[in-house]
């Protein structure tokens, strides 16, 4: 690159008298012009789809760079005129068009599949606002709009303009094209569609805005709030905006490359990430009817072209719409759905294998399972709670449809990008080849015994834990002692994840440290995480977690034990946190969390998972053994028997365990009284002594030994440090390369021209 000439070009000035924002312009221009560059028209037949409500992108410059191998020459030329890419790279805006897992691991996917050669799209929507930005005030969070959309350049606006029909009238969808640049191969796209004649006007304060404004608001936030009904007949909207879109732009390129429609599945593979993107095979169906075939080759065209991924076995998070809220949204839709449902009655009977119960409601999985070739799970464990309890009698119906795809994570970003001492390195013992094939890092164990290997790996996990020090001190002006432990939870917060028990653990030392029993060893307890804004304990637990950092900020006790919470964590926020992290707390209730993708982030990065048997972290447990995780807590099978027997009693174990007693009225007591919400507080006590629902009490006493137990382990050096290099060296299974390539090989079928083959 000649910046110098670059720079003339652009704004007639040398690299050294340009602003930030010129800088910054002008390298996402470059980019952009070298992505089109390498880009190939599609010649084959068969291309993929990925429809999904949330691409939790991230920024995008360092790895774009890096993905197109000119990282570290972009860096010595700039730092050759004086000026850092880092500079840089903090003044980009983050799009954070996701919620959390869901949304990064359709990024992560991207990335993987144009890394591997695949011609295969994403297709979302273009929100104007991302998710909110997370403000504390008073101990409380506070929402604000984050509007990530700037004229940088990332996006390009195309003429593709598609009619969608809603019941109130026709809006238009414009299509804007986002460059996916594949490791060292090809380039992809990613298609954002953005309602022509959005109002950012109508937003008023905070994040409100008027939600039956649909010609003005449609595309305008990620996952309104849907607490009341104007919310979700807006959320209708907004999905069938996106896969009305969606299936005229897939019909149209099909099309065009020789599709003769009854013979769609050759030319589209539809994957249907989570039910937010279902509606695409009613409306598939209609659009194929319109265009002439009838209504059984519709049908048999459109469902042998979607596959279904399952996220979540929470009830209260599995897509229900009433009849009533789609014929006010989408009218045109419901005969479809109807006539699936009768089709699916007729053949199979029975009530729980519905698409339209009885009381007139749709259940998304339901249509999404009838209505495709493949149904999957997100981690083993995942896949066997689908077959064997939440989509039991489907699964009945249907067993050659279930498959498992454990995710993963791409390493590019969440290793190359984010730990670039780490990655250098793994490449100094290993040679790169990991980069492109994970596997590769179990060379790594040949080195487990090795002091100066793991002397290297000690002193690059404790430059990390300094260099999260400094940030977190400029971003927050919180000190931090980068000698003590680093014991990391960050996700979105949910109970079922139970940030409150990780909170009652912190009151539990806290209690301790005042009496005088003092740890061993200084720990940094550091939490991230977002709560819907309409889910109010969510927010109660973070103000807990808020007012314990002023206490444990008390000069007495800091000392020992302290507590961060990371202010507006997002993907930015975790790429500095996961380098640093000592241990990542994977504690969700077992059987609830799908997979979770951040505890292969810190595996990767070489910190040790506390968890409980749950997602994939049964996966991490098999793959390292019992020496390298500490797991504790109920297994699935218990918890779910206890649910099933209804005999879980939270007041039980809050009268008869005097630990949990303790904490629990802290909660309520005088010293918290001093600095936080009453209402709050009382609401959150209230929630756990009577109901509890994520049972955090039965697996109380052994969080605390186990967490105690991977204190005393850290002092053991060089023992810790095997520990990390195992969970190093054993992660390989979790890049995203290998669940693409499982996807391909199971459900997509897409051929890999032989020179895009990298190693595999
Ligand atoms: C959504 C909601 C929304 C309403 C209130 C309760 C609730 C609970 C959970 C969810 C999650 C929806 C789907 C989702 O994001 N699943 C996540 O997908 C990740 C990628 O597969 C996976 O790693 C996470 O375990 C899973 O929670």
Redesign the pocket.
Known sequence: MDLTQIMHTEYGKSVGECTKDELYRALVKYTCTLAEEKRKPYCGKKKLYYLSAEFLIGKLLSCNLINLGIYDSVKAELASHGRDLTELEEYENEPSLG????GR?AACFLDSIASLGLPGDGIGLNYHFGLFRQVFRENEQTAEPDRWLTDTGWLRKTDTVYPIRLRNGTVQARMYDLAVIGYENCVNTLHLFDLEGVDEDIVGEGISFDKTDIAHNLTLFLYPDDSDENGRILRICQQYFMVSAAAQLILAEAEARGCRLYDLPDYAVIQIN?THPAMVIPELIRLLTERGLDTDDAIAAACGACAYTN??I?A??LEKWPIRYLKKAVPHLVPVMEILDDKVRRKYGGEETAIIDREDVVHMAHMAVHCSVSTNG?ASLHTEILKKEALAPLYRLCPEKFNNKT?GITFRRWLLHCNPALTDFLTGHIGDGFRTDGEELRKLMAYRDDTTTLDGLMRIKSDSKKALADWLYRKQGVKCDPDSVFDIQIKRL?EYKRQQMNALYVIHKYLEIREGRLPERPVTVIFGAKA?PA?VIAQDIIHLILCLQTLTGDPAVRPYLQTVMVENYNVSAAEKLIPACDISEQISLASK?????GNMKFMLNGAVTLGTED?ANVEIHRLVGDENIYIFGDTSTVVTARYKAGSYSAKAYYEEVPMIRRAVDFIIGPELAKIGNPVRLRRLYDELTGKDWFMTFPDFADYVKTREKAYRDYGIRPEWAKKGLVNIAMSGYFSSDRTILEYNRDIWHLDRSPEQIHSK
């Not at 919620?99 to 869901?102: E, K, R, T, V």
């Not at 969390?593 to 993708?597: D, H, K, L, Q, V």
């Open positions: 919620n959390g897992g869901l691991l989570d996220h979540t929470l209260e998070a997100v995710n949910h819907a889910y969390e799908a997979s979770g993708t997602g």
